[in-house]
């Protein structure tokens, strides 16, 4: 049974949701875009739990029916009664637990849109065309899922992988889903560049970041090092006639940031100040969780084979996520962006940490 504070807040989101429901038609929200697409989003926002709510109310009424039967009737009666006991008391149960799961906090960062970096770590090319395999497999989920997506950078190999490459995701549930992407990544199969037939591990880092608001992260121009320079290509051959190129240093922090992809010099710097903000926000929340706890350990890691949050067995056609102990054996689906099952057990996952904390 839910206690009284949770009760009083479910009470007062379903009369939140009344009054957003009704500005949905108010002439004035429906004329100002950006008012509307806020009063959508927080339509959105508590439409699951008002439904949920309310399915919960129904199933009390219904267990508090049954009780009553149950306590007047003899007999057969008794017995159908106590069955309507027995599955109203399951149902309340199954959604007094969703709607704890809906009262967690929500992260601060969910609605923004998601850098997502991928380079390859470990493995030569073989890491760099595995880089290539991630970034098409996370493409592909978004697609499925209907997110927009934006190239930010690139740095291609000689051999069509990507040393590095990054790009904007920006859609609903984007931040939750991408979020536990970042780690690093173990691949076990046989290169392209392999003669004999013997499986290689490599690896490729996965970095997901919030992209940062401006008024989030104050960053002083004199703090910075901009160099400009002639894009380049696989094996370093120009691949433009300007010095279009840009490299950012932000002196404080030695965090390098370079763009290359743009014709225009300002393209470049506007799309490398984006990536900086959202590094700097991540760099200043590390070193607070730092402050707090000495075993922290970073998103990335080393990028070495034996660090990984997730194997990819081609010969086995299996995808394992270490975190959550999930073993998949459709590794060629998951790689054409069939990762929902694999989302979905993180979600979870972190659902039950959040309510174990809570618990304890």
Do not use: C
Not at 100 to 118: H, M, Q
Not at 157 to 170: L, Y
Not at 206 to 234: C, H, Q
Not at 285 to 303: F, I, M, N, Y
């Amino acid at each position: 049974m839910l206690d009284g504070q949770a009760l009083d807040r479910l009470d007062g989101i379903e009369k939140e949701y009344e009054e957003v429901l009704s500005s949905l038609s108010d002439p004035a929200v429906i004329g100002n875009a950006d008012q509307l697409r806020t009063v959508s989003r927080r339509h959105k926002e508590l439409d699951q739990v008002v439904s949920v709510y309310r399915s919960y109310r129904r199933a009390l009424e219904d267990l508090g029916a049954a009780r009553e039967i149950f306590s007047e009737t003899a007999g057969e009666e008794r017995a159908f009664a106590r069955g309507e006991i027995d599955t109203a008391e399951a149902e309340t149960g199954r959604l007094e637990g969703e709607l704890k799961a809906l009262l967690l906090p929500r992260d601060p960062n969910d609605g923004k849109r998601v850098i997502v970096e991928i380079a390859g770590a470990e493995g030569g090319e073989e890491a760099r065309l595995f880089a290539k395999d991630l970034f098409e497999m996370y493409m592909h989920f978004a697609e499925r899922r209907g997110w927009r997506t934006e190239m930010l950078g690139s740095m291609p190999s000689e051999r069509g992988g990507f040393d590095k490459v990054s790009f904007i995701v920006d859609g609903d549930e984007a931040w939750a889903r991408l979020k536990h992407e970042g780690g690093p990544h173990r691949v076990q199969r046989v290169p392209v560049t392999e003669s004999q037939g013997r499986i290689h591990t490599s690896s490729a880092t996965v970095t997901v970041l919030p992209e940062a608001d401006p008024l989030d992260v104050n960053i002083d121009d004199k703090d910075l090092k901009v160099d400009i320079y002639r894009s380049t290509g696989p094996g370093g051959q120009s691949v433009n006639t300007t010095d279009s190129a840009v490299r950012i240093t932000h002196l404080p922090t030695g965090i390098v940031v370079a763009m290359q992809d743009e014709r225009s010099q300002i393209q470049n710097r506007a799309k490398a100040m984006q990536v900086l903000r959202a590094r700097l926000l991540a760099h200043e929340k590390e070193r607070l969780s730092a402050e707090r706890t000495a075993e922290r350990r970073s998103q990335v890691g080393g990028g070495g084979r034996s660090e990984k949050i997730r194997t990819y067995n081609f010969k086995e056609n299996r995808v394992t996520d270490h975190r959550i102990g999930l073993t998949l054996y459709k590794l060629d689906r998951v790689l054409m962006g069939e990762l929902d099952e694999v989302s979905d057990g993180l979600l979870s996952d972190e659902r039950a940490r959040q309510l174990a904390g809570e618990a304890s």
